[in-house]
């Protein structure tokens, strides 16, 4: 019988689907319900070694702020010390670049996905994201034939602008990219994705690039000039529209609004509903409002994605989830949660603390003296990594912060220290000799895949 992988206990990987230079992407399923999704396990030493790290925190960023129906939906990310996990939305029907291929498509099904196109790409510019590297390959499609954008590994920020207000790295497909890209003055992303967007349509319709040429100069000197022949079956409304999308001045380039007003892209039209944000509720909303009848019986799963690069030096992405951590310390236990819970009232009465149940495996210590900004009140959670790790969390919900300090290094560290598997920040040593194509090589993999 085959065995099953299981990635922290909620995804089982199957088979391969594909591999890059930092990266391999898995089918996977979520235990629980059964769902198909897509695993990419990156490499963080390759990574951290090409100097690719702000690559990566930017892409996890940006696929966080891009959620909309036509924009491949990053479900969850995770790591041990060696790896990082995407878990991703899985797009059964492949890349678009597959069924162009196989030749031009009707002008219809042409207009169903450059619709869908520019709908992702005005969302993701409504949040100041630009993608640069638009091309059929980055276009998937679901089961029901509707279009998803993916690899938002290049994509950019506003922080990324310079004094200019322009961006300045040269990045994409050749064949694809704006010819203010390739002059190397600095661009606008944005007006360079619509460009990306106008060659996309033309491949639909034609079956073949606008630009190309054997010789890479040539094709270059073709898309500086916006170089171009529609073939003689385009229609007179969609030649007219690319003609406008092609243009090499990206300030006489038309904008999105523009093309949405255009009869041919309106044509059927639905603009689809991005979906919202998913806030996270506050602690206190939550103790208003939990009006459950069962306690629970086991603590709250901490991410483990955040657990490791909060315990690893040098890669803390925690500042990427919407659901920020207080300042505090942290510490993670090889001892059931319980256990732990008992220790930390144990030691609080023992400060002359006073101690009270928040909800399970939460408790609040308050400090039995006025402080310099009143009383000093203390959080303490436990969450569960996996079966045997628990990830223990204090944070300062009133008081002085020296205090509060004072109080973690000089009172809780000493007190805690025989249940302590190790402290936030104390060095943690990465498995230098790992084997690169390893997908199970440190202590954490070991205990967090089975």
């Known amino acids: 019988m085959e065995e099953r992988h299981v990635l922290f206990g909620k995804y089982e990987i199957g088979r391969l689907l594909g591999k890059g ?3 391999k992407v898995y089918y996977g399923k979520v ?8 695993i990419k396990v990156i490499n963080k030493d390759q990574v951290k070694k090409e100097g690719m790290m702000e690559q990566i925190k930017r892409e996890i960023s940006v696929m966080r702020m891009v959620r909309h129906p036509n924009i491949v939906e990053l479900k969850e990310v995770m790591a041990t010390k060696s790896k990082i996990f995407f878990v991703m939305e899985y797009v059964r029907g492949g890349e678009l670049f597959a069924k162009v291929a196989r030749g031009k498509l009707k002008e219809d099904l042409a207009r169903r996905y450059f619709q869908q196109l520019i709908s992702a ?3 993701c510019h409504s949040r100041g ?3 640069r590297d638009l ?3 980055n276009l998937l499609l679901d089961e029901n034939g509707n279009l998803k954008i993916s690899d938002f590994g290049l994509s950019a920020l ?3 602008l310079r004094n200019d207000g322009l961006l300045h790295t040269q990045c994409g497909t050749p064949a694809y990219v704006a010819p203010e890209v390739l002059r190397k003055k600095g661009y606008d992303g944005s007006k360079a994705d619509i460009w990306s967007c106008g060659v996309i349509l033309f491949v639909l319709l034609a079956g073949f690039l606008p630009f190309q040429d ?8 073709k898309v500086f000039k916006a170089e171009f022949e529609c073939p003689p079956w385009f229609s007179s409304e969609a030649r007219r529209l690319i003609s406008k999308l092609l243009v090499a001045d990206p300030d006489r380039r038309i904008t999105i609004p523009a093309i949405m007003r255009v009869s041919w892209f309106r044509k059927d039209f639905t603009r689809p509903v991005a979906f919202s944000a998913q806030e996270p509720v506050p602690d206190n909303k939550l103790e208003e409002n939990d009006d459950s009848k069962s306690l629970s019986s086991s603590p709250k799963f901490f991410n483990a994605f955040e657990f490791i690069s909060s315990m690893s030096s040098g890669f803390d992405l925690s500042n990427l989830f919407e659901s920020k951590r207080k300042a505090g310390s942290m510490f993670t236990s090889r001892f059931s949660a319980t256990a732990i819970m008992t220790k930390i009232e144990a030691v609080g009465r023992g400060l002359s603390y006073k101690v009270s149940k928040v909800k399970d495996f939460k408790i609040r ?3 039995p003296s006025e402080g310099r900004k009143g009383r000093l009140s203390v959080t303490a959670e436990v969450f569960e990594v996996a079966p045997e790790v628990a990830v223990v969390q204090f944070s300062k919900s009133a008081g002085d912060t020296l205090e509060y300090a004072k109080f973690c290094d000089e009172d809780v560290r000493p007190a805690l220290k025989d249940i302590v598997w190790t402290w936030q920040g104390d060095n943690l040593v990465d498995n230098a000799n790992a084997a690169p194509d390893a997908e199970v090589n440190s202590e954490e993999d070991k205990f967090l895949i089975k």
Not at 215 to 221: E, F, L, P, T, V
Request: charged share 25%; no cysteine.
């Open 158 to 160: 506003p922080e990324q």
């Open 135 to 137: 091309k059929p390959e």
């Open 21 to 23: 230079t930092f990266a």
């Open 129 to 131: 994201v630009s993608h």
């Open 365 to 367: 210590l308050q400090g």
């Open 31 to 38: 235990v629980d319900s059964g769902e198909g999704v897509a």
């Open 121 to 123: 790409v005005d969302f």
């Open 214 to 221: 054997e010789n890479i100069m040539k094709m270059y000197r």
